[in-house]
């Protein structure tokens, strides 16, 4: 089914009403490019949750730098809810072949934390697992705009006990000024400059934006297609989420596209799967 990237499915797939919208739980199959990325143990082969990616290529991964370990890596898609297997459709799971970290990655202050996950076979496109579309470069969503971040919550992702369903949370888009400012008030002080690889949302008084993972695509929607998504930013860091108008910080993808499409071609890819 070629239809492209970004389709959202806001009822759902498959007809699985195990639950509506209770507590900002995600339905079966609404965003189908959300991955978890795990972290296979050597001694045991238990799996342990890493965090979260989204699929722009049925063979790649975008995520957050800080995501990706040591460790050899597997990736599932089409997952929901992790203590059960009795979703409609399973999840797929491959393993990663090769890891692409930016250069200037920065583990100190998160400056250009972003990877990409190169898995040893595609994911085959299934109602429930498909491709996201991605920023064009330089271009961001106008600030106000509601988005949507995806993710599971930092707990374990053992073989019975992890957050279990995935979660979605609204946020509105934060222009960069308003949001330096914002975290200018917190610990990291008066001179704080944000940088530019950074965009932010959220800020609303009570909305938790800390439940997305690191790794997790914050997505927009397109504003003249219904039910259709950019992803705009990838989970980075936050303080104190939800309070006091603090916004969650994430890289921003429409100033690393460039980079993401050139190591794209290195990897024998090109850009048409994430371009709209």
Request: with cysteine; aromatic share 10%.
């Amino acid at each position: 089914d070629d239809q492209g990237c970004g389709w959202r499915n806001p009822d759902g797939v498959g007809g699985f009403r195990m639950t509506g919208d209770v507590d900002g739980e995600s339905k079966f199959g609404e965003f189908p490019w959300v991955v978890t990325v795990l972290k296979i143990s050597k001694e045991k082969k238990l799996l342990y949750y890493n965090g979260a990616g989204s699929l722009i290529h049925p063979a790649v991964v975008l995520t957050g730098a800080q995501v990706v370990t040591e460790d050899d890596l597997s990736v599932r898609a089409g997952e929901w809810d992790s203590k059960t297997t009795k979703e409609p459709l399973k999840h797929q799971q491959r393993n990663v072949q090769s890891v692409i970290v930016h250069k200037n990655y920065q583990k100190r202050n998160m400056w250009y934390a972003v990877a990409l996950l190169e898995l040893a076979s595609p994911f085959k496109m299934e109602p429930h697992v498909g491709v996201v579309c991605l920023s064009p470069a330089g271009i961001r969503p106008p600030s106000g705009t509601h988005c949507l971040a995806a993710g599971w919550g930092k707990t374990s992702f053992n073989t019975q006990q992890y957050q279990n369903i995935l979660k979605k949370v609204e946020v509105p888009v934060m222009s960069r000024k308003s949001c330096q400012t914002a975290l200018r008030t917190t610990r990291l002080g008066g001179h704080f400059k944000l940088h530019r690889c950074f965009t932010c949302a959220g800020g609303v008084h009570g909305v938790d934006t800390c439940k997305g993972d690191g790794g997790a695509p914050l997505v927009c929607p397109l504003p003249d297609e219904q039910d259709r998504y950019i992803q705009t930013g990838i989970v980075s860091w936050g303080i104190g989420c939800g309070q006091n108008g603090i916004p969650g910080v994430y890289m921003d993808v429409s100033f690393l596209r460039p980079w993401i499409d050139m190591q794209m071609r290195n990897m024998g890819y090109d850009d048409s799967t994430y371009t709209y």
